[in-house]
């Protein structure tokens, strides 16, 4: 089974030491679930009821959720956990609550759980991956993402890529960041996440010209940040490009005046 016809997937960008995207996949919050004709048969079956009950639950967390309720949330959402087809989806929000509460393990801990509830399903192992990454277990992440990219249904495959470019970096695992960066940015050309870390490894590399190609694509994609235009800044200065430097330098105190005197850090979030 997929993703349950109540959830959408939502991405969520997070100040991560490495990989910088979670792509959560949260209950839509409709109610009106429709079954197979097929069902019908089976209203009076426990299984059958105990599933719909799971996936008014879930609704239930999701409306709560969006209302800001995060214990009312978290209620449902256990409530959702027994469902065959709602508990990765369950797990999942619980992990984005304790998160939100800022309790790191336990929102691992939600998050492990859902992906061991669906792990075909590269939302959930992307997830996990993440968390992995920015909790010091950039190594054991590494396969969460490699194993999210095989899944043929998942939406986001440049995004899983482009976290495993940016967790290798972290890792050490230097012989593998651009090979999964440039294949994050074959599938999407304005991967933020690979635009970012592939400026800032060859900026390491020494391959200043390549390093200004993708700082020039990363700011050309979206609004700049801080991070990216210190970025900027130090490449033009390392080709001694002075005038474009002091123009980088220029946007950045107009647009970022309390950053404008720290230097970039080589895994800063985009």
């Known amino acids: ?89 369950a797990n999942t929000l619980l992990a984005v609550i304790e998160d939100r509460r800022g309790r790191s393990a336990q929102a691992g801990g939600y998050y492990k759980a859902a992906a061991e509830r669906a792990p075909d399903q590269g939302a959930y192992l992307n997830n996990y991956g993440t968390w992995l990454c920015r909790n010091g277990r950039a190594t054991d992440a590494l396969a969460y993402f490699d194993a999210a990219v095989r899944d043929p249904a998942y939406g986001d495959p440049s995004g899983a890529l482009a976290n495993a470019g940016a ?56 609004p700049a940040t801080a991070a990216a235009l210190q970025l900027a800044v130090q490449i033009e200065t390392a080709l001694g490009d002075t005038g474009a430097a002091d123009r980088y330098q220029r946007r950045l105190q107009a647009e970022f005046p309390a950053a404008s005197n720290l230097q970039p850090r080589e895994t800063s979030p985009p």
């Open 1 to 89: 089974m997929r993703l349950p016809e109540a959830a959408v997937s939502v991405v969520l960008l997070l100040a991560l030491a490495g990989c910088s995207r979670l792509d959560f996949v949260k209950p839509s919050g409709k109610s009106d679930f429709r079954p197979d004709v097929r069902t019908y048969e089976t209203r009076g079956n426990a299984q059958f009821r105990r599933g719909e009950e799971a996936r008014n639950q879930l609704a239930l967390a999701s409306r709560a959720f969006d209302a800001g309720d995060f214990d009312a949330a978290a209620r449902a959402a256990r409530g959702a956990l027994k469902g065959e087809g709602t508990a990765a989806d």
């Open 167 to 222: 967790c290798a970096m972290t890792a050490g695992e230097m012989t593998r960041v651009e090979r999964d960066l440039r294949a994050s940015l074959e599938l999407d050309p304005v991967n933020l996440v690979a635009l970012d870390t592939m400026s800032r490894y060859l900026m390491g590399e020494r391959r200043y010209f390549d390093a200004r190609a993708f700082s020039q694509r990363r700011l050309a994609a979206a």
